[in-house]
């Protein structure tokens, strides 16, 4: 089966169109800067295609994205759209076939992921409109996660404000954590509810997972992407008094504080100089102090976090990298490793494939 794989932000639409039996991509690319200066890149074969075009909306993203797919021979026999959702709460813990009581309750999800869940409403909304006769399912980041027990999920905070206001742990992420966990069992040659991992993604964005038997027990990404590890331009886990003071003291209002903590902050704020790990190597490589201070918070927080997750598991099978970093970044890797060796972990490198899996669930949910 033929899906088309859609992973909408604010302002860009990933695509690919996936091929469910062979597991291979045929196109893959993206409309970046939509509302700006919108530009199209997409892959065939080897052939790339890059293009400025006319996208103020994601409607004419996806529009874009129909053409390109005409052009490359791409838009016959697809059988569906499967969406990647960031924020599922706690009212999904599967993918699903995208209806309007779906609809709803996505948007209502919003108020736990305003940067994401909007963006996603949006390229539903498109995708239903330039493809009205394909069915589209909705494959959810937090799904996975929503095996955590209680006392995993639950915040210090009075009891009421999970109560009734679902505050709590979700997780993300939670895609690439299943695929990984799946693909590591078949390369140990056993079953995943055999094993008991611990997966870190370490990319952009980066978590970490415990797996016990093939469920997810405890990751360390909460109510937002925001907790957990220092990333590429998030803070991670801060002291909460922090903020408080920024708003007391410093007179940041929410709207700086949201700048500062998700865009302005992690290996970004830290070196002053990029959120990509592999020019900050570069750098470090130079003599720049500050890109070395970055590297080791980074790799010493992602340790403490990994480190974090071993109390939810009876054993560690292995630990798994995945993610840009996780996948690609050997010096990375070792200096994490370095803060971890009391454990004589196994350790193995797996890479991710997100969009294969949404679209693996996409045709499942057909089925």
Known sequence: MRILVLNCG???VKFAVIDTVSGVASVVGS?????VSARLKAEKDGEIFKRSVDAPNHGRALAVIQDILK???EE???AAVGHRVVHGGEKFSKSVLIDNEVL????ECSVLAPLHNPPNLQGIAAAQKNFPELAQVAVFDTAFHRTLPDYAYLYGLPYTFYDEYKIRRYGFHGSSHRFVAKKTAELLERSPE?????IAHLGNGCSAAA???GESVDTTLGLTPLEGMVMGTRCGSIDPGIILHLNKSLGYDFDALNRLLNKSSGLLGLSGISSDMRV???KADAGEERAKIAIEVFCYRAAKEIASLMPALPRVDALVFTGGIGENSEPVRNRILSHLEIFKLNVLIVPTNEELLIAMDTEEVLK
């Open 10 to 12: 604010s302002s860009s």
């Open 31 to 35: 409309v970046e800067e939509i509302g």
């Open 71 to 73: 052009e490359t021979g």
């Open 76 to 78: 016959q026999g697809i």
């Open 104 to 107: 709803k309750a996505i948007e």
């Open 194 to 198: 055999e094993l008991c991992l611990i």
């Open 211 to 213: 797996v016990k038997f």
């Open 280 to 282: 900050l190597l570069g």
